[in-house]
């Protein structure tokens, strides 16, 4: 049998199982110019809290009653498609499905000899060319700058901060426990860890690990974390605006300190951006992240959950701060 995951109703504020449902259908049959996909490795983001929203984004909202969708690694089980032989293994925005046909079409080939899998979904994925993209073209740092990343220990957090470093920063970072602090000082190099969880005065904190104040600050969360951050920002610096998990989930709008006297004040620059905003220009960046890779400057880390089953509890797990790198599900 096959199995899909299908949006069962719209969360309001964290997803709960409640949310999602199982459905049983047959292993479907394949035309020409056809492959059958088996899903591998399964990627859990938070983005996709958003498209569960009915509302108006970047990216169209899922359906309820229609399957979720995720990048997706899966093996080419069979082929009536010259471009994919049977046995090769290709990345894809998929359905949450054990197993699907495709056409072909906005599928990837995957060189499983270049790096294990799961990697193609992360550190030389989505998240990290985020990571590349968002500190290099926004941030635009330089030697001897401070970097804060705030969800410092998550997928695109480790990477931000080890290209920060890599970039010859000053790098501290903000995670929620004091496991996830060790670990980004003690595998990615950060020069200081902030666990936000435990800290009663975060500002206070910044400004100790930050003696010469904050150029860049690479916003993977939002709200309080980062206005605290802000409070500590330097003329001239640079805020890449990659996501605001700490909002996702919110069923009012919060309020907080208005932040333009600060921006205005210090000429800082605050730019949201959308990593398919960059999609012209991912060989440039995979291929400086592999070169870095070889010279063994940037290491990953990713939490596997396994099981089909699971997908929708690693899911909503990223809002309890469950993963150390990179969410993923093996199926
Ligand atoms: P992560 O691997 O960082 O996982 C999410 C992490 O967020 C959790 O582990 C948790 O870590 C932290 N978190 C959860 N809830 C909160 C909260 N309320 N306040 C503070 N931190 C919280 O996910 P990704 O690396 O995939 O994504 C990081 C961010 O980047 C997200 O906001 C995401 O939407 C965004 N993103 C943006 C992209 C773009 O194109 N702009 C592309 C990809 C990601 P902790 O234990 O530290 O709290």
């Known amino acids: ?23 049983e259908l047959e292993i479907p049959a394949i035309n020409d110019g056809q492959v059958l996909l088996k ?4 990627s859990v983001d938070p983005y996709l809290r958003g498209r569960m929203n009915d509302s108006k ?15 997706i690694i899966a093996e080419v089980v069979e082929s009536k498609n010259n471009d994919f032989a049977r046995g090769s293994f290709v990345l894809g925005s998929l359905a949450w499905q054990e197993y699907q046909v495709s056409s072909g079409k906005g599928l990837t080939i995957v060189n499983a000899s270049i790096a294990p899998l799961t990697v193609f979904l992360g550190a030389m994925g989505m ?5 590349y993209f968002g500190l290099t073209e926004i941030g635009k740092p ?20 080890q290209i920060g470093k890599i970039l010859g920063c000053h790098v501290v970072g903000i995670a929620g426990s004091n496991e996830k602090v060790a670990l980004i000082k003690n ?21 100790k690990a930050c003696p010469n104040g904050v150029d860049i600050y690479f916003d993977n969360v939002g709200g309080q974390i980062s206005d605290a951050v802000i409070a500590n920002i330097n003329k001239y610096a640079r805020i890449p605006l990659c996501g605001a998990i700490s909002l996702y989930n919110a069923t009012e709008p919060p309020l907080g300190p208005r932040i333009q006297p600060a921006l205005i004040k210090n000429s800082v620059l605050m730019q949201g951006f959308i990593i398919s905003n960059y999609a012209a220009r991912f060989p440039e960046a995979l291929a400086k992240l592999s070169q870095w890779f070889t010279e063994g400057k940037i290491q990953y880390t990713e939490t596997v959950v396994e099981g089909f089953h699971n997908i929708p509890s690693a899911f909503i797990d990223l809002f309890k701060g469950k993963n150390e790198g990179k969410m993923i599900v093996k199926i």
């Open 1 to 23: 049998m096959n199995q899909r995951i299908v949006l069962n109703s719209r969360p309001h504020g964290l997803p709960n199982a409640d949310n999602f449902r199982f459905e």
């Open 39 to 42: 899903t591998l490795y399964v």
């Open 57 to 71: 984004s970047y990216i169209p909202p899922f359906q309820v009653d229609k399957p979720l969708e995720s990048g």
């Open 127 to 131: 998240t990290g060319l985020t990571a």
């Open 142 to 161: 330089k030697p001897g700058e401070t970097l804060v990343v705030s969800g410092a220990a998550g997928a695109v957090g480790t990477m931000a901060g």
């Open 187 to 207: 595998k990615f190099g950060y020069d200081e860890g902030i666990n936000y969880k435990i800290t009663l005065d975060m500002e206070a904190a910044i400004a």
